[in-house]
C-alpha cells in the first residue's frame, strides 16, 4: 500500500484551507457578502520552493482557487507572482520572459520539479525523533508530512513512528501489528491515554510524598480509596522469636539496601515486637540476590485463609467469545494490600540492623495470594461482572470482540487502576492481542484448545528401544488403566514384549499400540481440566537422567485421582551430580514453579518416594544450602509433604527416566539472545515488516519474535547468525546421534535444512570423533602380500606370551612359519628383547639360511635399532604390520591360536613345563595337512613324509621307493601348492571384501584421528581415538605413516590403516 505524492500533508493541508475558503464563499454569498481581491490573495498559499514544499501540489492548490473564482490567465499570472517567495521569487524576477501565466507555469515546474532520493527520505525519517512538546499523534502527522516528498509504504511510516518514539520497547508493544494508518491512529490514542495515566500516577505518588513528613506509605495515592487492612489470626499464641542469621559481609550489604529500600517506599518500618523471622538470601535465575523472609514457623500456626478463586471452567467459557486480548501485570503485586495494626507484629524480621515489621502484605506468607485476590475482586467488581475483566493471581486479562472495544475497555481498566494506585509492570503487560495463552489452554478468533505444553511430556514421550524401557513405560500407562476403555487389548502388543524367552522387536503394531496409549493419557476421561475446588496432589520423581511431575486432582464423579498436567525436563550436567536427595527436591521445585498458577492459594499434598525429604524440607532448620534455598521457594504454598514407596509411583518414574523436552531450560535462557540476533538479520526483519501489513506465510510475530507453524508446531526461526550455536548445544547435550538430534530440534526451532547442518556440526565434534567408533562397513579392501613361489622366502614371525614362568625361566615363545611351505618352527626364550629373537635366527640361518622377507607386528623387539641391523645385514626386507591390524600377519596369528590351546592341554599336569613340549609340537603341525598347500609343510619343503617316529623301517622303504621319482615330481608338487594357495586368498579376498567398503583416500597433510588399539582394566572409558595427527607418508596398500600434532595422548608416530582413521575436521560456520 503506497502514499502518492499527491496525498501527502502538505497537500492535505492545502484541501482542508480550500474547503475552508469555498465554505466561506458559500456563506458569503448566501449573505450577499462581496469577495474582494485581498480574501482571494490569502487563500492562495505561499510558494518558497524549500526542500519539503513540492511544486506539482502547489499548482493543484493554486488551480482549485482559479477555477473557484473563474480566474482568467491574466489574473493568474498576477496572484501567482504575488503568491511566490524566498527562492521562487527571486528565481522569477531573473527571468525576464516570463510575461505570462503559462510560461510562468512551464518555468516553475522546470525549476523546481524534482525527484525525491529515496534513501536520502529514509535517512530523514530514521533521525526525526519524536520531541517532548509532541504528542504521539501529532507526532505522527508530522512524519506523514516528510513522507509527501516521496513514496513511502504505510508499513515503513509506522516502523519509523514507533522507532522514534522515546520511550521503553515493552511500553510500545501496544503499537505493533496494525494493519493500516487508521488502526494505527487509534492505538497511539490508547498509548497516549496509558502514558497519561502513569504520569498522573506519578504526579499524586510525588505530591502525596511531599505532604509526608515521615516516609510515605507504598502506593498511599490521593485518590486511593481506602480499604480494609488484612488480618491474620493464628491458632497458637507462642511467641516465636528467631536470632539474625550469620551472614557474610557481602549477603548483610544486600540486606541493608534493601531494609532500607522498604523503609522508604513505606513498605516496612522499625519495631520492637515478641515475634520474629530470620531473613535469607535466595539467588534468582539470573544469578541476582533477593531478599527473602523464612516464614516457615509463622504459617504452621496461621490460620488459613481458604479463598475460591474463579474456576477454570467459567473462565474458559468467559474467554471463548472474545477475539481480543489485553493482559496487565502488576508489579509489587502484595504489596498493595495493608497489614492490619494488630497483626504487623507477627510479621516482623529480625537483621543484623534491628527489627522490622511489614506494613504491606509481604511475599514468602501462606495467605498473600488469597488475600491479594480478595482485594483485586473487590476493586474490579463492577467490571468483573459485566465479563469485561478476569483477575487470576497476577494476571488481570481484559476481553473485548473488537479493536475499538479493546480500546475502550483498556482506558477504563487503567483508569480505574490509577484511581486505585495499582502499579502495572508493562515489561509483562500485553494489549490487544488476538491469541493468548492461558491456564493451558491456547484462545484464538473466539475458540479455545487445549495447549500441547500440557501434554508434551506424554506425547513426546520417547519410543521405547529395550525392555526397561516397556515397563517405564506401562508402568505410566498402567497407573492411570482405570480411565482407558479395553486397556489390556489395546497394551497387549507391548506387554507380550514382557513375555519370558521373547525376543525384543518393536514393530508396527507395538509402535500403534504405544501412540494410541499415549494419545489416550492426553485426552478424557483420563486428562482433566483443574478445578481449584477438588483435593489436588503433586506426584514427582527423579533420576540422574532427569526429573517428572504430574498435577493430579480428585474428582467427584469416579472418586479416583485423574491428571490434569505432566511435566518432564531433562537434568543438566550440573545437576546429574547432585545427590538423590537433592534431585528429589529439585523435582519439587520445579514442578512447584511449573504449576504455580494452580497451586497458589489452594491446599495440597507433594508425593514423592523420597522419605528423607518429607522428614527434612518442612522441619529441620541446618539444611544443605542449596535445598534451604529451595524450601524458602515453598512458603507462599500451603502443602504437606507425603512418602510413597517406589513401587506405587511408576507413573511419574516413566517421566523422569524418559526426560523428553531436553532444551526447556537452555531455550527459555537464550530466547532474548535470538530475539536480538533476529533483530539484525535483514531476512527476518523483511519477514516482520511484512506481518505488520498482512499475514504471510505461515510465520507470526510474538513480543518481538518471529515464529513459524510447521505441521502443527509453533517454532522458532533461528537466524543464520546463531544456527551453528542451537545445534551445536542441542548435541551436545548428550552428544546425541543426528536423528535424535534433529528430532528435538524440530520440536522448538525452525532451521532451513536442518539435516544437513546437524550432519556437518556432528562430523565436526571432537568429542564424537573421539569417543564413537565407525559406522557401517568397514574400510579397506584385503590386500594380500605378493610372495615368492619358492620355500624360505618370506618368515611371518611373533612371539606370545607371558606364560606360566619355568624353572629355566622360560616365560615367551618365539614362532616362526615360513609363508609358502607353511613349516612352524617354535622355541621357547626367556624375554622379548631383539638380542634372543635374532639370537633363534641365527639357528635358523645355519640350516636353511636367511629369508628375503620377515613379516612382523610392530613389538619392540622388531622395531629396535638391532634388529634393523640385523636386517640389513642379512640383506632382509622387514615389514613391520600396522599396529591393532593383527590381520596383516595373519598366518602366525593363526598359528599363535593353535600353539596356546595345545600347549595348554599338553602342559595341564605340569604347567610350569610347557617348554618341553615345543619340539613334538613343532614336529606335529609340520606333519599335519594343511589345506592351503593340499599336503603337509615337511612334504612340500623336503619332498618327503616325516618320519614320526615307530614302523621305522617301512618307513625307510617307503621313502626310497619314492626317492627316485622326487626330483621328477618335486617341481609339480610345488607348481599346485601355489595354485592352492592362490586359490585360498582369491577365496579369503571375495568373502572378505563383502564386509568392507572401498576405503577414503588420505593425502600427506590431512589431520586425521587414529584409533586406540590397546585396552586394559583403566582404558574402557578412555576415548577410543587420539588426534590430531598428519600424514607424513602414503605407504600404499591403505597404510600410513603419522606424526602427533600438538601435545596429547597418543604414540608421537606410528603407522595405521585407512581402516583406523577419522577425517579431523575444523568447525566453520554453515
Avoid at 513522507?147 to 513512528?161: F, N, P, Q, R, T
Avoid at 538479520?681 to 505488520?692: M, S
Wanted: net charge positive; hydrophobic share 35%.
Amino acid at each position: 500500500m503506497q502514499c502518492e505524492a499527491q496525498c501527502n500533508m502538505q497537500c492535505d493541508a492545502n484541501k482542508i484551507y480550500d474547503m475552508q475558503f469555498v465554505d466561506k464563499y458559500r456563506s458569503s454569498v448566501a449573505q450577499n457578502t462581496v469577495i474582494n481581491y485581498s480574501d482571494i490573495e490569502s487563500a492562495i498559499s505561499k510558494f518558497n520552493a524549500e526542500s519539503h514544499e513540492n511544486i506539482a501540489n502547489w499548482l493543484d492548490h493554486f488551480e482549485n482557487i482559479s477555477q473557484l473564482f473563474s480566474l482568467s490567465d491574466l489574473p493568474k499570472f498576477i496572484f501567482a507572482n504575488r503568491s511566490l517567495g524566498g527562492t521562487a521569487a527571486l528565481f522569477v524576477r531573473t527571468e525576464p520572459q516570463i510575461n505570462s501565466w503559462q510560461k510562468l507555469k512551464q518555468a516553475l515546474i522546470d525549476e523546481f520539479s524534482f525527484e525525491i532520493n529515496s534513501a536520502h527520505l529514509h535517512e530523514l525519517l530514521s533521525k526525526r525523533k519524536m520531541r517532548d512538546s509532541e504528542s504521539a499523534p501529532e507526532y505522527s502527522l508530522k512524519m506523514k508530512e516528510l513522507c509527501s516528498s516521496g513514496k513511502i509504504e504505510d508499513a515503513a511510516l509506522m516502523h519509523y513512528v514507533i522507532k522514534g518514539i522515546n520511550d521503553r520497547q515493552e511500553n510500545k508493544t501496544i503499537l505493533y501489528g496494525c494493519k493500516n494508518l487508521f488502526e494505527f491512529k487509534e492505538k497511539l490514542k490508547v498509548y497516549e491515554v496509558i502514558k497519561s495515566d502513569y504520569a498522573k500516577s506519578k504526579a499524586v505518588f510525588d505530591k502525596t510524598k511531599a505532604r509526608y513528613d515521615s516516609n510515605p506509605r507504598f502506593n498511599s495515592f490521593d485518590k486511593l480509596k481506602p480499604k480494609q487492612g488484612h488480618d491474620d489470626r493464628f491458632n497458637s499464641k507462642n511467641e516465636s522469636a528467631n536470632k539474625p542469621r550469620r551472614l557474610p559481609f557481602s549477603e548483610k550489604k544486600i540486606v541493608q539496601t534493601q531494609v532500607a529500600e522498604w523503609l522508604e517506599q513505606g513498605i516496612v518500618e522499625p519495631c520492637s515486637s515478641e515475634y520474629s523471622s530470620p531473613v535469607v538470601i535466595v539467588r534468582k535465575k539470573d544469578g541476582t540476590p533477593r531478599v527473602c523472609i523464612d516464614y516457615r514457623r509463622l504459617n504452621k500456626v496461621v490460620v488459613k485463609d481458604r479463598f475460591s478463586l474463579l474456576l477454570i471452567e467459567d473462565i474458559l467459557d468467559r474467554l471463548q467469545g472474545s477475539r481480543v486480548f489485553s493482559t496487565i501485570d502488576l508489579k509489587n503485586a502484595f504489596f498493595h494490600v495493608d497489614v492490619n495494626k494488630d497483626s504487623r507484629k507477627y510479621m516482623s524480621f529480625v537483621t543484623h540492623e534491628g527489627r522490622y515489621q511489614f506494613l504491606k502484605v509481604p511475599f514468602g506468607l501462606c495467605n498473600s495470594p488469597a488475600v491479594f485476590q480478595r482485594c483485586i475482586n473487590t476493586i474490579f467488581r463492577p467490571l468483573i461482572n459485566d465479563g469485561i475483566v478476569l483477575p487470576y493471581l497476577d494476571d488481570i486479562i481484559i476481553l473485548s470482540s473488537s479493536f475499538e472495544e479493546g480500546i475502550e475497555r483498556v482506558e477504563r481498566v487503567l483508569s480505574i487502576a490509577s484511581e486505585y494506585g495499582l502499579e502495572i509492570n508493562f515489561n509483562k503487560s500485553h494489549f490487544l492481542k488476538k491469541r493468548i495463552e492461558f491456564l493451558g489452554h491456547v484462545v484464538e478468533d473466539g475458540k479455545i484448545f487445549p495447549s500441547t505444553i500440557k501434554t508434551k511430556a506424554v506425547l513426546n514421550f520417547p519410543e521405547p528401544a529395550n525392555l526397561k524401557q516397556i515397563h517405564s513405560f506401562l508402568g505410566l500407562t498402567g497407573y492411570f488403566r482405570k480411565f482407558i476403555p479395553k486397556y489390556s487389548t489395546i497394551a497387549k502388543p507391548l506387554s507380550d514384549l514382557l513375555k519370558k524367552d521373547r525376543k525384543f522387536k518393536f514393530g508396527e503394531e507395538e509402535r500403534i499400540s504405544f501412540n494410541r496409549l499415549k494419545l489416550m493419557l492426553a485426552e478424557k476421561p483420563v486428562l482433566r481440566i483443574y478445578n481449584p475446588n477438588y483435593e489436588t496432589e503433586l506426584h514427582t520423581d527423579a533420576s540422574l537422567e532427569g526429573y517428572g511431575a504430574i498435577l493430579m486432582q480428585k474428582s467427584p464423579d469416579d472418586k479416583n485421582f485423574h491428571p490434569t498436567y505432566y511435566m518432564s525436563k531433562k537434568t543438566t550436567d550440573a545437576e546429574k551430580k547432585y545427590s538423590s536427595y537433592e534431585l528429589e527436591a529439585l523435582a519439587v521445585i520445579e514442578a512447584v514453579k511449573k504449576f504455580r498458577v494452580y497451586l497458589l492459594g489452594i491446599p495440597f499434598k507433594i508425593v514423592t518416594d523420597c522419605s528423607a525429604l518429607e522428614k527434612t524440607m518442612q522441619k529441620k532448620k541446618d539444611l544443605v544450602t542449596r535445598v534451604a534455598r529451595w524450601a524458602l521457594l515453598l512458603e507462599e504454598f500451603d502443602y504437606v509433604i507425603e512418602h510413597r514407596s517406589g513401587t506405587r509411583m511408576t507413573h511419574v518414574d516413566a517421566l523422569c527416566r524418559s526426560p523428553i523436552n531436553i532444551f526447556c531450560n537452555s531455550f527459555d535462557n537464550i530466547l532474548p539472545r535470538l530475539k536480538s540476533a533476529q533483530d539484525n538479520n535483514n531476512e527476518v526483519k523483511a519477514i516482520k515488516e511484512l506481518l505488520i501489513i498482512s499475514a504471510y506465510e505461515n510465520y507470526c510475530d510474538q513480543n518481538g519474535i518471529l515464529y513459524k507453524f510447521v505441521e502443527g508446531k509453533e517454532l522458532v526461526v533461528v537466524p543464520d547468525s546463531m544456527q551453528t550455536e542451537i545445534i551445536r548445544n542441542a548435541h551436545e547435550e548428550g552428544h546425541t546421534g543426528v536423528k535424535y538430534t534433529e528430532k528435538h530440534l524440530q520440536d522448538y526451532y525452525y532451521i532451513p535444512k536442518l539435516r544437513q547442518k546437524v550432519e556437518k556440526i556432528i562430523s565436526n565434534c571432537v568429542h564424537c570423533i573421539l569417543i564413537n567408533q565407525k559406522r557401517g562397513k568397514k574400510e579397506g579392501l584385503l590386500h594380500p602380500l605378493q610372495k615368492e613361489d619358492i620355500p624360505l622366502h618370506t618368515y611371518h614371525i611373533d612371539r606370545l606370551g607371558p606364560l606360566e614362568n619355568t624353572n629355566k625361566n622360560y616365560k615367551y615363545v618365539l614362532a616362526i612359519i615360513d609363508a609358502f611351505t607353511k613349516f612352524v618352527w617354535i622355541y621357547p626364550t626367556k624375554s622379548t628383547t631383539s638380542a634372543e629373537v635374532i639370537a633363534k635366527l641365527e639357528i635358523q640361518k645355519a640350516v636353511f639360511g636367511s629369508p628375503f622377507q620377515i613379516i612382523s607386528d610392530r613389538g619392540t623387539a622388531f622395531t629396535s635399532g638391532d634388529f634393523a641391523d640385523y636386517c640389513a645385514k642379512e640383506k632382509i626386507k622387514h615389514h613391520a604390520i600396522t599396529t591393532g591390524l593383527p590381520r596383516a600377519n595373519g598366518q602366525i596369528e593363526r598359528i599363535n591360536q593353535t600353539i596356546i590351546s595345545v600347549l595348554s592341554k599338553l602342559s595341564l599336569e605340569n604347567p610350569n613345563k610347557w617348554y618341553k613340549f615345543t619340539n613334538e609340537l613343532q614336529q606335529t603341525i609340520n606333519s599335519t595337512y594343511q589345506r592351503s598347500i593340499d599336503t603337509t609343510p615337511f612334504e612340500l619343503l623336503f619332498g618327503t613324509k616325516m618320519n614320526t617316529g615307530g614302523l621305522d623301517k617301512l618307513k625307510e622303504m617307503v621313502e626310497a621307493e619314492f626317492q627316485a621319482n622326487f626330483e621328477a615330481q618335486r617341481e609339480e608338487l610345488r607348481k599346485h601348492a601355489k595354485q592352492q594357495i592362490f586359490k585360498i586368498q582369491e577365496e579369503n579376498r571375495k568373502t572378505y571384501n563383502l564386509r568392507r567398503r572401498e576405503p577414503k583416500p588420505y593425502r600427506v597433510g590431512d589431520l586425521v584421528a587414529i584409533k586406540r588399539t590397546q585396552y586394559g582394566p583403566n582404558l574402557k572409558l578412555k576415548p577410543k581415538y587420539f588426534g590430531p595427527y598428519s600424514i607424513t607418508r602414503a605407504k600404499g596398500g591403505n597404510t600410513y605413516d603419522v606424526i602427533k600434532e600438538g601435545n596429547h595422548e597418543g604414540p608421537n608416530f606410528t603407522t595405521t590403516c585407512a581402516e583406523y582413521l577419522k577425517p579431523w575436521n575444523t568447525m566453520t560456520e554453515l
